[in-house]
């Protein structure tokens, strides 16, 4: 509204202006008309006072207001022509301020538009002197005045009614998508926004927000998922040594048997400790980019350190790793990270490798160059069928294939991934016959 109302004073101001404008040139073209007319009258034609002022008057069909003209004589200092008695002083005020100019010069002397002209004839010297008030032209402007102003108001009461029409044309939509947007709870994330028209801004906006949407349930249900794993993860071991607890005291019993059924609540003890401290990583994975500490790493190093942590956990596991594609500079083994948790998810790929093979091994395939570093993990243990290799990184998920064969709870490649995402990495997964693959790719920046 602001704009329009600029924009309307803006084009009002410039049609009064060039108008005034107009009007005084016109005016002061009159006044050269007139002065011209009286010099040829009264000079060439030698014509009596009386009739010089019948004949200017006679030329212009449309009189003056209050119109004086005068001829006077610089040499004699007097008077040569006069329509009008002047006042006292008039010629010595006004010549001056004309005599500097070679041309017909344009003033106002008060409400009076005035008109001086320098005409000489032999050694003779005239001033010719015409002034005039121009009414016409003011009424004109004044009418115009109005006109204008009239003009703006109806613009903007246009305007805004125009502003008012469309704005709440184009808005309605708005009101039913409120509606619909107020009638999403968590109890129906499946619900999305209806809009007829998916190619306007407002159709944009609405794609935009069910993208959201969708992100959101997908979360939910993945919150769901989580916690029902959890659940039935801690309730196994917790059932277990509480009924353990529960037959343990039925009776009294002798200590070989105490110190049997106290190993086995220790197991499970483990088994519980081990499955908390999971969680604890994966919670602390789930951060922001921003607040993780980054140093410069040496990948190759980190992989020693990871193989020397995880043979000190479980010395039976076979661990090879590969440095035939050793780079010759230094700067290509290292990337900016967080050690502590690519250390996590290396042990976690390694210890996977082990767990799942035949043999307890793993082979570790390490590759740098300026602009990346791939590590691999290779066993042969069973195959992961293909329709769960895009579910394998979610948490708690199990293969039916890996899990009959060995004891876990789904979190460590949960773990992994998270981790990797975080580095700014990629991880990706090959299973066939032969031998599982898993490899990450960090990329230079």
């Known amino acids: ?36 007319t009286t010099t040829t009258l009264l000079f060439d034609l030698q014509t009596a006072d009386t009739t010089v ?17 005068y001829v006077y004589d610089e040499n004699l200092k007097k008077l040569v022509f006069a329509s009008q008695e002047p006042y006292s ?47 016409n032209g003011k009424e004109a402007l004044e009418d115009l005045r109005k006109i204008l102003t ?42 999305r926004v209806e809009h007829p028209n998916r190619s306007d801004e407002i159709g944009r906006l609405v794609a935009t927000f069910n993208q959201l949407l969708d992100r959101i349930q997908e979360a939910f249900t993945m919150q769901k998922m989580f916690i029902a794993n959890v659940s039935h993860e801690l309730k196994n071991p917790l059932t277990k040594i509480y009924s353990q607890i529960d037959i343990t005291l039925l009776q009294k019993r002798t200590p070989e048997e105490y110190e049997e059924s ?17 969680l604890l990583n994966l919670a602390n994975t789930v951060v922001n980019t921003e607040t993780i500490q980054r140093i410069p790493i040496r990948m190759d190093e980190l992989l020693w350190e990871a193989k020397s942590q995880l043979k000190k956990w479980h010395e039976d596991y076979v661990i090879n790793i590969d440095f035939s594609d050793f780079p010759e500079e230094e700067e290509a083994l290292i990337i900016e990270g967080n050690e502590a948790s690519l250390k996590i998810a290396i042990m976690n790929l390694m210890d996977n490798a082990c767990k799942f093979s035949e043999n307890s091994s793993v082979f570790v395939s390490f590759s740098a160059t300026i602009h990346e570093i791939k590590i691999s993990f290779m066993n042969n243990g069973p195959i992961i069928p293909k329709a769960d290799l895009p579910y394998i990184f979610l948490p708690f998920y199990r293969s039916n294939a890996t899990a009959k064969a060995t004891k876990g709870h789904g979190v460590g490649l949960a ?23 898993f490899t990450l790719v960090f990329a230079k920046s």
């Not at 600029?6 to 008309?33: C, M, T």
């Not at 108001?153 to 029409?165: D, Y």
């Not at 106290?262 to 999971?278: A, G, V």
């Not at 975080?422 to 299973?431: A, D, F, M, P, T």
């Open 415 to 437: 773990i992994v991934s998270q981790i990797v995402k975080l580095q700014n990495g990629n991880i990706s997964v090959v299973s066939t016959i032969n031998e599982t693959v």
């Open 53 to 69: 002022l019948k004949l200017v008057n006679t030329a212009d069909k449309e009189l003056l207001s209050d119109e004086s003209i």
């Open 89 to 135: 002083g008039l010629f010595e005020e006004l010549i001056p301020n004309i005599q500097q100019q070679s041309k017909p010069t344009y003033y106002y002397a008060g409400f009076y538009q005035t008109l001086g002209i320098h005409l000489k004839k032999g050694k003779a010297s005239y001033w010719v002197i015409v002034s005039a008030i121009d009414k």
């Open 262 to 278: 106290l190993k086995s609540l220790q197991e499970d003890t483990r088994t519980l400790t081990q499955l908390t401290n999971t």
């Open 1 to 36: 509204m602001a704009i329009v109302t600029a924009i309307l004073l803006f084009f009002s101001v410039g049609v009064y202006f060039f108008s005034k404008l107009y009007l005084e040139k016109r005016f002061f073209k009159r006044l050269q008309d007139r002065a011209i």
């Open 150 to 191: 009239i003009m703006v108001l109806v613009g903007l009461l246009l305007s805004g009614l125009s502003g008012w029409f469309f704005a709440d044309k184009a808005l309605s939509p708005m009101s039913g998508i409120i509606t619909q947007v107020n009638e999403i709870f968590p109890a129906n994330t499946e619900r």
